[in-house]
């Protein structure tokens, strides 16, 4: 597995210029070695890419069409999102999922558009409460691995998934993180038996109310790449504290030190 651990922030539909500028201070003073990302809303991202050029943090969107053009209003494709200079597109998050009716077959879709123009996908998986409740974790993930295999191939191993329990998400109770270590094991068996994916192939991140009390216990496991943050990533503050620790866990598993 890579030693470098990734942070992604997802703004959802948050978010303003002068936020970014605070950002783009702070991010002057940021670790080395350890990358991040802010997914910001399309509005944002050409102040994103004016403001974050100089600066270790990179920009990305929280969401890209299943299509390249065409008749498709409102809908925004991964090579337009790619002109602006974006390096991370989010799909098939739960709020996507359960709000606008995505599909595992469509998410796939997206994930195949973004790596076609170059970004790098963070495919978004997780169970609800009632998969969880009835201890189909395991099936519900198998479900949405299965289709994102069938659809990229060995592409698959081009992608960043993050794994979300979608019961978590907001309620500012992370998963346990033993059970995250776990959990992530289970998604990199499966990728091994239905893609022929080694171990380590695929960074899993996690997402579900990472902020800067936990993230240090979350990073620390051997199963977890990195974290995929919600409302704590709208404070400059909170995320950069989110990025030491990941720069730190980083550099703990290289060898190179505290």
Same mark, same amino acid.
């Given at each position: 597995m890579?030693?470098?651990?990734l942070?992604?922030?997802?703004?959802?539909?948050n978010g303003?210029?002068?936020?970014l500028?605070?950002f783009a201070a702070l991010a002057?003073?940021?670790?080395?070695?350890?990358p991040?990302?802010l997914?910001?809303?399309y509005?944002l991202?050409?102040?994103?890419?004016?403001?974050?050029?100089?600066t270790p943090?990179l920009w990305?969107a929280q969401?890209?069409?299943a299509?390249d053009?065409?008749a498709?209003?409102?809908?925004v494709?991964?090579?337009?999102?790619a002109?602006?200079g974006?390096?991370?597109?989010?799909?098939g998050?739960?709020e996507?999922?359960a709000?606008?009716?995505?599909t @595992?077959?469509?998410?796939?879709?997206?994930?195949?558009? /973004?790596l076609? +123009? =170059? &970004?790098t996908?963070?495919?978004c998986?997780?169970?609800?409460a009632e998969?969880?409740?009835a201890e189909?974790t395991a099936l519900?993930l198998?479900r949405q691995l299965?289709?994102l295999?069938?659809?990229?191939g060995?592409?698959?191993?081009?992608?960043?998934?993050?794994?979300e329990?979608?019961?978590a998400?907001?309620s500012g109770?992370a998963?346990a993180?033993?059970l995250i270590d @776990?959990?992530?094991?289970?998604?990199?068996?499966?990728l /091994?038996?239905? +893609? =022929? &994916?080694?171990?380590?192939?695929?960074?899993?991140?996690y997402?579900?109310s990472?902020?800067a009390?936990n993230?240090?216990?979350?990073?620390?496991r051997?199963?977890?790449?990195?974290v995929?943050?919600?409302?704590?990533?709208?404070?400059?503050?909170?995320?950069?504290a989110?990025w030491q620790?990941a720069?730190h866990q980083?550099r703990?598993v290289?060898?190179?030190?505290?």
């Amino acid at each position: 597995m890579n030693p470098r651990k990734l942070v992604i922030g997802n703004w959802k539909m948050n978010g303003s210029v002068p936020r970014l500028r605070s950002f783009a201070a702070l991010a002057a003073a940021a670790p080395g070695g350890c990358p991040a990302a802010l997914c910001v809303p399309y509005p944002l991202l050409p102040a994103a890419q004016t403001l974050l050029a100089a600066t270790p943090l990179l920009w990305g969107a929280q969401d890209c069409s299943a299509e390249d053009e065409g008749a498709h209003t409102g809908e925004v494709s991964a090579r337009m999102l790619a002109e602006l200079g974006v390096r991370y597109v989010i799909v098939g998050q739960s709020e996507r999922r359960a709000a606008h009716g995505e599909t @595992d077959g469509q998410v796939a879709l997206k994930a195949r558009r /973004a790596l076609a +123009a =170059g &970004l790098t996908p963070v495919v978004c998986i997780g169970e609800s409460a009632e998969e969880r409740d009835a201890e189909q974790t395991a099936l519900a993930l198998r479900r949405q691995l299965l289709q994102l295999a069938r659809t990229l191939g060995r592409e698959l191993g081009a992608v960043v998934l993050a794994y979300e329990p979608v019961w978590a998400i907001g309620s500012g109770q992370a998963l346990a993180p033993g059970l995250i270590d @776990d959990t992530h094991a289970v998604i990199a068996e499966l990728l /091994a038996f239905h +893609a =022929g &994916l080694p171990a380590g192939t695929v960074p899993i991140l996690y997402g579900g109310s990472v902020n800067a009390r936990n993230a240090q216990a979350i990073l620390g496991r051997q199963q977890v790449a990195g974290v995929l943050v919600g409302g704590a990533s709208l404070e400059a503050a909170d995320f950069m504290a989110i990025w030491q620790a990941a720069a730190h866990q980083g550099r703990e598993v290289s060898g190179i030190g505290a």
